[in-house]
């Protein structure tokens, strides 16, 4: 079974629709992240969370919200889908090492169409 | 503030090609390093990675060192297969600090 789990795999909706995609973990790890990838422009932090009660904004936080439910899941929402987050998502997971970052290890990533 | 430049793609090159991806770094301080992989419809996975200056980190034929003299980070492989098709994103991890960045990812094709 895969560590990082992402829901669904792929998700078409109309502008104005609220959404939310989901993340779960079996590593163990404290740190989860949400990326957005779009062609040329590399991947984009949108929020992070180092554990349940810690929630940081990304570089591109604006029209999305997230939620950590417990330590293995991570949720991000867009309140009001735009065709502009047409893109690949991806939920990540991290462990801290000695005050510094190891390795991310991702999901398979979500595929949105906002149509 | 810290960031990574790579080389621009895409990138095509005849199997058993020798392949070079290179890779620039800005930060504060030593970073470490990483190269990820990304298969067609697949999430990003580590390819190697290095932790501090002149370490060489290797998986799978693919090498990189980390040079803080040129703030360089370049991605080789000697002889690449069509299964090395891919899109390869450099990385960064500040020794201080809370984010992790990424490469705008170098798309490569190798032809049979």
């Known amino acids: 079974d895969a560590d990082v789990t992402q829901t669904p795999r792929n998700r078409i909706t109309k502008t104005g629709k609220r959404i939310m995609l989901e993340c779960s973990q079996t590593k163990g790890h404290d740190r989860m992240y949400w990326y957005r990838q779009d062609p040329g422009l590399g991947l984009r932090l949108i929020y992070y969370?180092?554990?349940?009660?810690?929630?940081n904004k990304g570089e591109i936080s604006d029209g999305y919200s997230v939620s950590r439910q417990a330590q293995a899941k991570f949720s991000l929402s867009l309140e009001s889908a735009i065709p502009n987050q047409t893109a690949l998502y991806f939920c990540a997971t991290s462990v801290a090492s000695g005050g510094t970052y190891n390795e991310q290890f991702f999901g398979p990533g979500t595929r949105l169409t906002v149509l | 503030g810290d960031s990574v430049t790579q080389m621009e793609g895409p990138v095509t090159l005849s199997e058993e090609a020798f392949l070079t991806i290179n890779c620039t770094y800005t930060?504060?301080?030593?970073?470490?390093l990483f190269w990820y992989v990304q298969y067609p419809g697949e999430g990003l996975q580590l390819l190697l990675k290095?932790?501090?200056?002149?370490d060489k980190g290797s998986n799978k034929g693919f090498e990189a060192t980390y040079r803080k003299e040129t703030t360089s980070f370049h991605l080789e492989k000697g002889s690449v297969q069509v299964s090395d098709s891919a899109v390869y994103f450099c990385?960064?991890?500040?020794?201080?600090?809370?984010?992790?960045?990424f490469g705008t990812g170098t798309s490569l094709t190798v032809i049979p």
């Open positions: 990385a960064l991890s500040p020794k201080t600090g809370n984010q992790f960045y």
């Open positions: 969370s180092f554990d349940v009660k810690d929630i």
């Open positions: 930060a504060t301080g030593y970073p470490s």
């Open positions: 290095a932790t501090k200056a002149d």
